[in-house]
């Protein structure tokens, strides 16, 4: 599924995360140049980037210069469907983590544990490959590096996008969470899922629809009732 996301401001206090900052490196080690890295810059923070699309192995999204809009094209391996279940798994190992995530924090012992299993999160700068259709000889072009630049600050205050752009979206997490808070138990009979976990996805569910429910009364105009509040 793709996300669009509406163009970027840079962050009044730049990328702070220590995630948003793993990015960045990324796309400094992706960057031919110095030169390309710093036109790249000055695109992203006069916010020549348009609206930025996200889907699972990749990114789209136009980019002004001068008079002329060009449009990029980033791809990003996705996890294989063993490191996608194990991520899922690293999540739901400690209650707690799905909410930190939700709440726009990526914790850094689910980030180890997840390289632990085999779940590469955070990208290196190999794997970010870009395309564009101006007629620059070198990829990463500045435009590329200006969409790349502007998807940090998406990851910087929502982790769950670098979840999206490896394959597991939010949600498919949630669904594959709820899945796993089942009662199901052991051949002794002892529960398989903790009940701390259990009661963080009831309720990162529970909140999640009735957050979809009260996006569309308000799309459609509809008086929004207390129950749902």
């Given at each position: 599924m793709r996300t669009t996301f509406t163009r970027q401001t840079q962050p009044t206090r730049g990328v702070r995360s220590w995630w948003g900052k793993a990015w960045q490196?990324?796309?400094?080690?992706?960057?031919?140049?110095?030169?390309?890295?710093?036109?790249?810059?000055?695109?992203?923070?006069?916010?020549?980037?348009?609206?930025?699309?996200?889907?699972?192995?990749?990114?789209l999204a136009a980019c002004r210069d001068g008079d002329d809009a060009w449009t990029v094209q980033v791809a990003l391996p996705v996890l294989e469907p063993a490191a996608?279940?194990?991520?899922?798994?690293?999540?739901?190992?400690?209650?707690?983590?799905?909410?930190?995530?939700?709440?726009?924090?990526?914790?850094?012992d689910l980030v180890e544990h997840a390289e632990e299993v085999g779940a590469e999160l955070l990208p290196y700068g190999g794997e970010l490959t870009a395309t564009c259709t101006c007629t620059h000889y070198l990829d990463p072009c500045p435009h590329a590096i200006a969409v790349l630049m502007q998807v940090g600050w998406l990851v910087d205050t929502d982790p769950l996008v670098l979840f999206a752009l490896r394959g597991v979206e939010r949600d498919t997490?949630?669904?594959?969470?709820?899945?796993?808070?089942?009662?199901?138990?052991?051949?002794?009979?002892?529960?398989?899922?903790?009940?701390?976990?259990?009661?963080?996805?009831?309720?990162?569910?529970?909140?999640?629809?009735?957050?979809?429910?009260?996006?569309?009364?308000?799309?459609?105009?509809?008086?929004?009732?207390?129950?749902?509040?």
């Open positions: 490196r990324a796309v400094e080690e992706a960057a031919y140049s110095e030169a390309e890295l710093r036109r790249g810059r000055t695109h992203a923070r006069r916010g020549d980037v348009g609206a930025i699309s996200v889907e699972p192995g990749g990114l996608r279940s194990a991520l899922v798994e690293a999540v739901a190992a400690e209650a707690g983590r799905i909410a930190e995530l939700l709440a726009g924090n990526l914790p850094h997490l949630l669904a594959d969470l709820h899945a796993r808070t089942i009662p199901a138990a052991d051949t002794d009979g002892h529960p398989l899922v903790s009940a701390d976990l259990a009661d963080d996805v009831e309720l990162v569910v529970d909140a999640a629809v009735r957050a979809q429910r009260l996006v569309a009364l308000f799309e459609a105009g509809a008086e929004l009732p207390d129950g749902l509040l």
